[in-house]
């Protein structure tokens, strides 16, 4: 069975990135050296505004290097491992389940900053962009589940089941959110791995998905 080429792309204005990642793409990259279902196709960050251009540029350049995954994290989040699994083992389980599940889109949860009574609230929606669950709800749940549509700050797609489809804002969704709608109106599938464990920079916490 042929390994699945994967790409890393950051979207870091400024070329800057929370020093936090530093021990995540360690890692990764333990891990990813020694498996025998991924190999490296591309890694880089783009430093241009808006932040759907980024994502458009960050897919193309994927591409054009032949990947046929991309995972794609915030430059303020980072993957936290634990005494089981470190960040290396949950992204490439999570990217590796997701493909043998016929996955379009999956992501970790990643709380949302809010000023809100949700302020705990996980960055998993509806498409009408309505709070869809919060992690207590699934935190227990040892396996991918499906979602309507889900923020963009710690996730990998299939870059041949997602090709013609470009990351833009639409009235009141943001290009996260209407990517996803539109893979759902493809018939395509977008999950979310809830044993991915997540950080999310604010001050003077970090928002941590496995903490709500």
Not at 123 to 129: E, M, P, Q, R, V
Not at 166 to 191: A, H, P, Q, W
Request: proline share 3%.
């Amino acid at each position: 069975m042929s390994k699945i080429r994967l790409a890393l792309g950051i979207p870091a204005y400024g070329g800057k990135i929370v020093a936090e990642q530093a021990r995540m793409w360690m890692e990764l990259g333990n891990v990813l050296g020694g498996s025998p279902r991924f190999e490296l196709a591309w890694q880089g960050y783009i430093d241009v505004n808006p932040i759907s251009k980024a994502r458009n540029q960050i897919a193309s350049e994927a591409r054009s290097a032949d990947a046929d995954w991309l995972f794609s994290i915030d430059a303020d989040t980072w993957v936290e491992g634990d005494s089981i699994d470190d960040a290396g083992v949950m992204i490439l389980r999570m990217i590796s389940e997701a493909e043998r599940a016929g996955a379009w889109l999956v992501s970790a949860p990643v709380v949302k900053r809010s000023t809100e009574a949700d302020a705990d609230a996980l960055a998993i929606y509806d498409t009408s962009g309505d709070t869809l669950r919060r992690f207590g709800r699934i935190a227990q749940q040892q396996q991918l589940i499906d979602i309507n549509a889900v923020g963009a700050a710690c996730f990998a797609v299939d870059l041949e089941k997602t090709k013609d489809i470009k990351y833009r804002f639409v009235g009141d969704l943001s290009e996260d959110l209407d990517f996803c709608r539109t893979i759902r109106n493809m018939d395509g599938r977008v999950m979310v791995d809830p044993r991915v464990t997540t950080a999310h920079l604010s001050r003077p916490f970090p928002l941590r998905s496995h903490a709500t």
